[in-house]
């Protein structure tokens, strides 16, 4: 069974091809069929990864080769995919994430015209995905990561009929592009240097080559993972990717597509190993990623946006457990499953609550919720307890892990990772009364209710995840089961023991609920956002994204607009200048080159009796001289 | 020899500015066949001066060409007057820019 990993792909591959050609006929039962795919290939998936399970930890790795795709000179490359532990836990996030949100998109759906075509893009991305995780060479992988910037792109834009989506659909599309540029830099450094873009050839030769070579492709490997993983300085377009239906905002922009980036790095793992200056960057720009994602978390009062600046937040958890070396690995991989589960939980819940509120986004219009939606209130609790880390649950153990990793490497790393985790236990209490407690502050003509069961069954299974998925760390068995992938971890001791490092985590939790608590629990928060004007800066910087959009207008937009029109003045009056004008004067000299045909028989006899007089003279002259 | 030079010459201009001036084909023509005639008597005169016969053998082949160009010429001109009820060089002027 283990060299069906194409098959995992071609599933959903099929589904979104049947939807997208299938007519009108198939309106009716077009989502079944995309569950089902989805479904189908989480339970192939679910079976190899089993079958992987009963295998010894030195033979978990099967490559399976469909063929060769490229064959030029040296150029070799074979459309080949790696199941191995890393990618088989991926595999199981993906689809099986993926269809419990097709599940509740089904609900979500329902009254969408455009249903049928937005599950066959949801298929389309489940392939994409899933041939990011599995591909074993660079090139494959690149077709997968573009793949699910297309499904972004597709899916992000597609209530395409209001201008902000698609707007918001384009910017992610070109932020992208950026970081794809680096991406494909990293496909060709590895061809130039190594003759080859196999992952595991590179991973292997990386010692072969010199420091600079392996820290320039750590950097590209990073430049392509910063676009996909909305980090630090390609971190703009993740917010506006809220333009999308919720649940591909759970889906895409929460739980899988957003992690592409994490997943790079530690799929690349031996080049951040061979290079200190690389995973330097990778922790840098966890880091700041980590703090102002919680910090534009803390300040919207749109429950989606708040939610994004969250996920940019704890991606940044995870870049910089990535960034930590071997040690680090297997925390960035736990951290991005756990998350993958409650924030995909939370973001439902979201789109649950928006359900109910005529498709409000505001969070000062919500208010007293929790006994006019108890399941989405309680799924959605669990995926609070789980986010803030509170003991016993998923986020309690894998942000715990991150931080103390942190700390043994560098205590000023720890302690940002620290300050952020008071952070997101500020923001996500805000959310978590500003939502559900509180009084009513709705508006008029809204009648919450709580949604549908096909919505709610996704809702508590993946609250059950959230609260369980910590087993997983039951006896390090990420670690061990990592292993084969990531290579064997070295631990530090951290510079206090463990028990130490909990409770203060856990102390610095309870500071930030304390401070949320007394400023939107304590009193009522405004039922209408207070102007610019009165608030502190640090609002006013997190309303406005930490200025990302204005920065990026400034350094880059405006430049390049300015660029494009010199650029088309300079063809118009330059290029276009040289040609049309050559035409013209040719015209003018055919113009005055007219004038003597005058079709009359005596002034040509003129003509040629002058001519035969000037070559008289001149061979007079000739002779003379 | 200075006279029949002088009087080549001239009738050559005669011929240049009859062709130049004239508008009636058929004088132009006959301009032509003026100028023709004007080399041919200074072919003849530096032959005799000279006293070699190129200058005479050469004037003969003048006279054969002048006889095939007036065949041409004739030609041309009474079509053209057949067509046109003219034989003015300044009405067949069609070939213009």
């Known amino acids: 069974m283990l060299d069906l990993s194409w098959l995992l792909i071609a599933i959903p591959l099929a589904g979104a091809a049947l939807l997208l050609t299938w007519g009108k006929e198939s309106d009716a039962f077009g989502h079944l069929i995309a569950t089902a795919c989805s479904a189908a290939s989480f339970v192939l998936g679910a079976i190899m990864f089993v079958e992987l399970l009963g295998r010894d930890a030195g033979d978990r790795s099967v490559t399976t080769s469909l063929g060769t795709w490229i064959d030029a000179g040296h150029f070799h490359v074979d459309f080949a995919f790696t199941f191995d532990t890393l990618s088989s836990l991926f595999v199981l996030l993906i689809t099986g994430v993926g269809t419990l949100i097709h599940v509740y998109s089904i609900g979500y759906m329902a009254h969408d015209e455009r249903r049928r075509r937005f599950f066959a893009y949801l298929n389309l991305f489940i392939a994409a995905m899933l041939c990011l995780v599995l591909a074993a060479d660079y090139l494959v992988l690149f077709l997968g990561w573009e793949g699910v ?25 070109v932020i992208n592009r950026v970081g794809d540029l680096g991406m494909a830099l990293a496909i060709m450094t590895c061809f130039a240097w190594f003759g080859t873009s196999s992952i595991a050839v590179v991973n292997d030769q990386i010692d072969t080559v010199s420091g600079t070579v392996a820290t320039a492709l750590g950097l590209l490997l990073l430049w392509g993972a910063c676009g996909k ?43 951040f190993d061979a290079s200190p200056t690389a995973r330097g960057f990778v922790i840098a720009v966890g880091l700041i990623t980590l703090l102002a994602g919680a910090w534009i978390g803390c300040t919207k009062d749109d429950i989606k946006k708040s939610l994004a600046g969250s996920t940019m937040s704890q991606i940044g958890y995870m870049m910089l457990a990535a960034g930590l070396g071997p040690a680090g690995y297997a925390f960035a991989i736990f951290h991005l499953l756990t998350h993958g589960f409650f924030k995909a939980n939370m973001f439902l819940g979201a789109g649950s609550v928006m359900h109910g509120m005529n498709d409000d986004v505001d969070m000062r219009r919500y208010g007293a919720l929790r006994s006019a939606m108890p399941i989405t209130f309680y799924t959605f609790g ?79 299974v993946l609250a059950a995840l959230s609260l369980f998925a910590g087993v997983m760390a039951l006896g390090s068995w990420i670690e061990e089961w990592l292993e084969p992938a990531t290579g064997h971890a070295v631990h530090h001791d951290p510079p206090l023991p463990i028990i130490v490092i909990t409770l203060i985590v856990l102390l610095v939790v309870a500071a930030g609920v304390a401070l949320a608590w007394l400023a939107y629990g304590r009193q009522q928060p405004a039922a209408e956002a207070p102007a610019d004007s009165e608030v502190s800066f640090f609002t006013r910087a997190g309303r406005a994204e930490l200025y990302g959009n204005a920065i990026n207008d400034a350094l880059v937009v405006r430049p390049v607009t300015h660029l494009t029109r010199a650029l088309v003045w300079g063809d118009g009056k330059i290029i276009d200048g040289l040609v049309t004008g050559s035409a013209d004067r040719i015209g003018e000299i055919s113009g005055e080159l007219r004038k003597p045909q005058t079709g009359f028989v005596r002034s040509y006899a003129l003509m040629v009796l002058g001519g035969a007089l000037v070559v008289l003279l001149g061979l007079l002259a000739v002779t003379l001289a | 020899m200075t006279e029949y030079i002088t009087l080549s010459t001239l009738l050559f201009s005669i011929g240049a500015v009859g062709v130049l001036v004239r508008r009636n084909a058929i004088i132009v023509f006959m301009c032509v066949e003026l100028m023709l005639n004007a080399t041919n008597l200074a072919f003849v005169s530096f032959a005799r001066q000279h006293g070699n016969l190129d200058g005479q053998v050469a004037a003969f082949f003048v006279m054969v060409v002048a006889a095939a160009e007036v065949t041409i010429g004739l030609a041309i001109i009474v079509s053209i007057y057949r067509t046109r009820r003219t034989t003015s060089v300044d009405d067949a002027n069609l070939l213009k820019a």
């Open chain 1, 382 to 460: 669990i995926g609070y307890l789980a986010i803030i880390g509170f003991p016993g649950t998923s986020g309690f153990f894998s942000k715990d892990k991150i931080i103390e990793a942190a700390l043994a490497h560098n205590v000023w790393v720890g302690i940002g990772a620290l300050v952020g985790a008071g952070v997101t236990a500020f923001y996500m209490t805000r959310m978590m009364l500003m939502t559900f407690f509180g009084e009513k502050r709705w508006r008029e003509q809204v009648h919450p209710h709580e949604s549908p069961s096909v919505m709610t069954t996704p809702l508590i």
């Open chain 1, 229 to 271: 993983s909305a980090q630090f300085p390609l971190q703009a377009w993740l917010l506006d990717a809220m333009e999308g239906p919720t649940p591909v905002s759970a889906l895409i922009h929460a739980a899988t597509m957003v992690t592409a980036g994490v997943y790079l790095v530690v799929r690349s793992h031996d080049v």
């Open chain 1, 149 to 173: 910037g297309l499904a972004s792109y597709l899916l992000i834009g597609f209530w395409q009929h209001k201008p902000s989506a698609a707007a918001a659909a384009k910017k992610a599309f």
